[in-house]
Antibody, heavy 117, light 110 residues
Framework: QLQLQESGSGLVKPSQTLSLTCAVS??????????WSWIRQPPGKGLEWIGF???????HYNPSLKSRVTMSRDRSKNQFTLKLTSVTAADTAVYYC?????????WGQGVLVTVSS | QSVLTQPPSASGTPGQSVTISCSGT????????VNWYQQVPGTAPKLLIY???QRPSGVPDRFSGSKSGTSASLAIGGLQSEDEADYYC???????????FGGGTKLTVL
């Protein structure tokens, strides 16, 4: 059974870098032809797609975040990561990792990241 | 402001049918498939409909998706109390290119 679990700092200071990891069990992130996504949701608001990581290691990012986002993977640990630089209060959100690209069929439980000094 | 437009709210009584709309443009819904997600407050979203019409395993056939031109719809038949949730449409947008989500529709079962 596929499971995804986000982890990382829940509090980040403005202008610093948000860093999150998604540990995947039940599937290989480097095999099977799946992509792996990050999606976020500000408190009380809707969903925003951040980007996805192809199983080949290639990436595709939301144009509005592209200059600040980096996604990567660690095949040996079967996990993938999100880094978002120069964060502001507007980046405060629940961050979800998920399997898929144009649509996602499995989600992590999400992790709240608050940007505050 | 989301490029995919959904009504902020919808409601119905148990047993009724409800339809939630999602309006887009030629660069997203008009040329790509539509996906729908259900999110019960405090939990992660769940894939409800993919590729406009398809239901993942385990999703009741009370849920159905359709599309016409630059608009899509999610229909829920035989409304149940557990259907009370937020519903989001999503589609690939060729102009980004990127995935776009609608603003979400809060469904209340009266």
């Amino acid at each position: 059974q596929l499971q995804l679990q986000e982890s990382g700092s829940g509090l980040v200071k403005p202008s610093q870098t948000l860093s999150l990891t998604c540990a995947v069990s039940g599937a290989s992130i480097a095999l099977g032809g799946y992509s792996w996504s990050w999606i976020r949701q500000p408190p009380g608001k809707g969903l925003e797609w951040i980007g996805f990581l192809f199983y080949t290691g290639g990436t595709h990012y939301n144009p509005s975040l592209k200059s600040r986002v980096t996604m990567s993977r660690d095949r040996s640990k079967n996990q993938f990561t999100l880094k978002l630089t120069s964060v502001t209060a507007a980046d405060t959100a629940v961050y979800y990792c998920a399997r898929g690209d144009y649509y996602v069929d499995s989600w992590g439980q999400g992790v709240l990241v608050t940007v505050s000094s | 402001q989301s490029v995919l437009t959904q009504p902020p709210s919808a409601s119905g009584t148990p047993g009724q049918s409800v339809t939630i709309s999602c309006s887009g443009t030629s660069s997203n819904i008009g040329s790509n498939s539509v996906n729908w997600y259900q999110q019960v407050p405090g939990t992660a979203p769940k894939l409800l409909i993919y590729s406009t019409y398809q239901r993942p395993s385990g999703v009741p056939d009370r849920f159905s998706g359709s599309k016409s031109g630059t608009s899509a719809s999610l229909a829920i038949g035989g409304l149940q109390s557990e259907d009370e949730a937020d519903y989001y449409c999503a589609a690939w947008d060729d102009s980004g290119p990127h995935v776009l989500f609608g603003g979400g529709t809060k469904l209340t079962v009266l």
